[in-house]
């Protein structure tokens, strides 16, 4: 009897939430495995999927002005990608000669660390030259009216340390200009897979999303469904607009101030900050760091070497602190914390293009969440601010 009762007692219900936690621990790790591991094929396909939301609603447009779909989406890509192209082509040579100049940069860096290295070695305490002894008679050679022969000096130690630093420093540059050579293919392979997604996705994909609403049973509300992509193709068709915006700007701007400076190659410097800060905090510290070094190639070991990345600084943060918040208004606001964590995960996964991706991917999980009214909670973590 008892174990009849006890086979058909209720299951303890604080064991349920134990089970679903952990199973969405295990569903959390398979899915950063997944990104990790398949970031080769899942980078365009996502960079596509950014893009087609952000151009989709000027295909619309444009279809209500009775442009056929195919030909407007060809139309907006040449209209961004031929200003890039040429732009690019512009910046090649520069960037080549600049990419030539690790080496030697890495060089004068080595030369500067064993410099300082000499410079803090003490070298108050003088070491007394070995006083060579008086000739002698006595002895074995003294027998025969020679001197003895002067003990054998010691040999100084080669300073192999300096070295060592100057040949690592030297390595490191290297290195790190052959990973960007050996990956530039894939790059390339990527952009291409990426262009052409973008131009079918624009072309096919409205289609295939409502064939899909109206097909799919599950969809309870369709209407509901086609609102929810379409605000959220607004809202960050907006967000990414503003921000390229304001970047575009940043990159001017600091552009200017350093020609006006007097440093090289002023155009590349402002297109790579205006680039760097579509990753908010990380980008800017990238971007200083590489106008210093810049600055000592371009001026050497002097303080005006540090001028221009200091410029660079100050328009940053003045657009930091005033504009982009002024612009983008508290609807668009994330915690800065948050942010970093999502830079660094999206950082560990892609790299560099993760890095860039990561704030318009996080703004576009929080715009289909808070439009789905899901993870609350989450959403206003996210939007904490200090």
């Known amino acids: ?53 952000l151009l989709s609603p000027l295909v619309a447009v444009l279809k209500r002005l009775y442009v056929p779909r195919s030909l407007s989406a060809i139309l907006i890509l040449s209209l961004i990608c031929v200003p890039f192209g040429v732009l690019s082509y512009q910046l090649a040579e520069p960037a080549q000669r600049w990419a030539q100049k690790i080496p ?19 070298d108050t305490i003088m070491v007394p030259e070995p006083i060579r002894a008086e000739p002698r008679s006595r002895g074995f050679f003294g027998l025969f009216g020679a001197d003895e022969p002067d003990a054998p000096l010691p040999e100084s130690e080669p300073a192999s340390s300096s070295n060592a630093v100057s040949d690592r420093l030297v390595q490191g540059g290297l290195e790190a200009a052959l990973s ?9 392979a990527q952009l291409l897979t990426a262009l052409i997604m973008i131009l079918f996705l624009l072309i096919f994909g409205p289609r295939l999303f409502a064939a899909f609403i109206d097909i799919f049973p599950q969809v309870q509300d369709k209407q509901r469904s086609i609102l929810l992509v379409r605000t959220i193709q607004i809202e960050l068709s907006r967000y990414i607009l503003t921000v390229s915006l304001i970047n575009t700007c940043l990159g001017l701007t600091t552009a200017a101030a350093l020609w006006m400076l007097g440093v090289q ?13 579509f990753a908010p905090y990380v980008g800017p510290l990238i971007g200083t760091v590489i106008l210093c070094l810049a600055g000592l190639v371009q001026y050497g070991t002097v303080a005006f070497a540090f001028v221009p990345a200091l410029v660079y600084f100050s328009i940053n943060m003045l657009e930091a602190q005033f504009v982009t918040p002024l612009v983008l208004g508290r609807n668009m606001r994330l915690n800065p914390l948050v942010i970093m964590l999502w830079l660094l995960i999206w950082g560990w996964l892609w790299g560099v293009v993760g890095v860039l991706l990561a704030v318009p991917l996080l703004v576009c999980i929080k715009l289909a969440a808070a439009q789905l009214r899901l993870l609350e909670n989450w959403v206003r973590l996210i939007e904490t601010r200090a």
């Open 265 to 277: 190659d002023a155009l590349l410097w402002g297109v790579m900050v205006g680039m760097l800060n």
């Open 180 to 188: 960007a050579l050996s990956a530039a293919p894939v790059m390339i």
């Open 1 to 53: 009897m008892s174990s009849s009762a006890d086979a058909h007692q209720p299951v303890n219900p604080g064991h349920k939430p134990v089970l679903v936690r952990l199973l969405q621990c295990m569903l959390g790790l398979a899915l950063l495995y997944t990104l990790y591991f398949a970031k080769t094929l899942l980078m365009p396909l996502v960079v596509a999927l950014l893009f087609a939301l």
């Open 104 to 122: 030697e940069l890495s060089h004068q860096l080595s030369r500067q660390v064993s410099d300082l290295t000499d410079t803090l070695r003490p």
